[in-house]
Antibody, heavy 117, light 111 residues
Framework: EVQVVESGGGLVQPGGSLRLSCAAS????????MAWVRQAPGKGLEWVAN????????DYMNSVKGRFTISRDNAKNSLSLYMNSLRAEDSAVYYC??????????WGQGALVTVSS | QSALTQPPSASGSPGQSVTISCTGT?????????VSWYQQHPGKAPKLMIY???KRPSGVPDRFSGSKSGNTASLTVSGLQADDEADYYC???????????FGGGTKVTVL
């Protein structure tokens, strides 16, 4: 069974940093692009970042470029999102998702990130 | 990376059909056959319903269908059932980057 499970969410002060992790299982991890998608409370979805199969290509939405870094460890079947200089508007549930073509076919349950003083 | 435009709400009675539109530009929806649709129930993760405009993943009922004309994509849900009541989001590649955009979401109510 395909599973992706996020961890690492929590409360952080504005300007602070946080690392989200995603543990993948049930599929050949290094055969798939992976991504992070977020959803602010009561709001819609935002496509945050992509990473290709070997980690050599990374893409970000404009508002997080230079602040967030996506990475993967294929030996450990894990995906990470390093978030720096966090702002209140980054508060959201962050989903780890498996890419399938241009879509996301498997999603985690989400990790809540709250940026507040 | 501007969000795609969806109507905030749509509704239909059980057994009827409802169609949701997703309007973008010639740089996203109009330029790629890479439109996807997701269903999200409250407190749950989104679920992929349609990919590459018209394709259904395994397990998705054929009551769900997708189409596209110009810069507007559409999702039609036929034979509405109570469990179809949810938020629906479209997405598309946008521009030359491999990052896409989502629509703002449409809340479907089964009357």
């Amino acid at each position: 069974e395909v599973q992706v499970v996020e961890s690492g969410g929590g409360l952080v002060q504005p300007g602070g940093s946080l690392r989200l992790s995603c543990a993948a299982s049930g599929f050949i991890f290094n055969s798939h692009w992976m991504a992070w998608v977020r959803q602010a409370p009561g709001k819609g979805l935002e496509w945050v970042a992509n990473i290709n199969r070997d980690g050599s290509e990374k893409d970000y939405m404009n508002s997080v470029k230079g602040r967030f870094t996506i990475s993967r460890d294929n030996a450990k079947n894990s995906l990470s999102l390093y978030m720096n200089s966090l702002r209140a508007e980054d508060s959201a549930v962050y989903y780890c998702a498996r890419r399938f073509s241009s879509s996301f076919d498997y999603w985690g349950q989400g990790a809540l990130v709250t940026v507040s003083s | 990376q501007s969000a795609l435009t969806q109507p905030p709400s749509a509704s239909g009675s059980p057994g009827q059909s409802v169609t949701i539109s997703c309007t973008g530009t010639s740089s996203d929806v109009g330029d790629y056959n890479h439109v996807s649709w997701y269903q999200q129930h409250p407190g749950k993760a989104p679920k992929l319903m349609i990919y590459e405009v018209t394709k259904r993943p395994s397990g998705v009922p054929d009551r769900f269908s997708g189409s596209k004309s110009g810069n507007t994509a559409s999702l039609t849900v036929s034979g509405l059932q109570a469990d179809d009541e949810a938020d629906y989001y479209c997405s598309s590649y946008a521009g030359s980057a491999l990052i896409g955009v989502f629509g703002g979401g449409t809340k479907v109510t089964v009357l």
